[in-house]
């Protein structure tokens, strides 16, 4: 079997926010265990397409490349992943890299990820403990309950599980599974659950829980595995006893 001496990658490029999306080829040196983003680092180092000509480098993004921070989320051969665990020699060439189509398009394979972090604060995903002074120790959590709540910690706000969700698009505001099961995890700290009900009272609103159409695409692209179809029936089950809370004007209700 010949060696494999170049890998070629067929990207998605995109020079603005408002400019129409072209594909470009490049060639670049092959090396054993290389990822996707030591590829788009050999272009950068010299951006030469395929045919020989000067081109501008190809912008993407990245942080801690160990899939962590969920930065370099991008379409890899159709699926949506991240670029810093895709490895070259588990994918098909030629390797084709598009920006997830959910996210406004910045440049190339950057996006624009806003929309999670406008969900998160719709739900208010996290726990307002600030203060000028030293609160002491909170309550401890039991260790049952933290082994599933530390699951839900794992999010990394990459955006695949939107992607992948059909009821995710511009024709709906659906906030997606992620934010769901960030108001789980919170909803579950011993000190967050103070203010569960600003919670559920956020994926009341619209564009919350609702319009989720059960697909259960989220549960199986996640790259950490977290149980998000768990949560959104938990969400939905905690949501409809807040409703009757409302309606009932009673904390009585469980």
Not at 66 to 76: L, R, Y
Not at 117 to 131: E, M, N, T, Y
Not at 138 to 144: D, L, Q, T, V, Y
Not at 161 to 187: H, T, Y
Request: glycine fraction near 6%; hydrophobic fraction near 35%; aromatic fraction near 6%.
């Amino acid at each position: 079997m010949a060696e494999q001496n170049t890998v070629t990658f067929i990207i998605t490029r995109q020079d603005s926010p408002d400019s129409a999306p072209y594909k470009e080829t490049f060639n670049v040196p092959y090396k054993k265990n290389m990822n996707v983003i030591s590829g788009l680092m050999e272009i950068r180092k010299n951006p030469v397409n395929a045919n020989g000509e000067k081109t501008t480098p190809v912008m993407w993004d990245m942080n801690c490349l160990e899939e962590v921070c969920g930065a370099c989320s991008m379409v890899i051969n159709g699926t949506a992943r991240q670029s810093c665990a895709a490895l070259v020699d588990q994918l098909e060439q030629p390797i084709r890299l598009e920006p997830m189509s959910t996210f406004p398009v910045v440049r190339d394979l950057i996006i624009d990820r806003e929309q999670m972090f406008d969900a998160l604060k719709q739900v208010k995903a996290w726990i307002p403990i600030d203060g000028t002074y030293d609160l002491g120790p909170g309550p401890r959590m039991p260790e049952k309950k933290r082994q599933w709540a530390y699951e839900l910690s794992k999010c990394m706000t990459c955006g695949v599980c939107l992607e992948a969700c059909p009821n995710v698009n511009d024709k709906s505001d659906f906030i997606g599974p992620a934010a769901i099961s960030q108001a789980r995890l919170f909803n579950a700290h011993p000190t967050g659950e103070m203010n569960k009900s600003e919670r559920l009272e956020g994926l009341m609103e619209e564009g919350g829980i609702t319009g989720c159409g059960n697909a259960q695409n989220c549960v199986q692209v996640c790259p950490k595995g977290i149980p998000l179809t768990t949560s959104i029936a938990a969400m939905n089950r905690a949501t409809n006893i807040q409703s009757f809370k409302n309606f009932f004007g009673s904390d009585n209700v469980r």
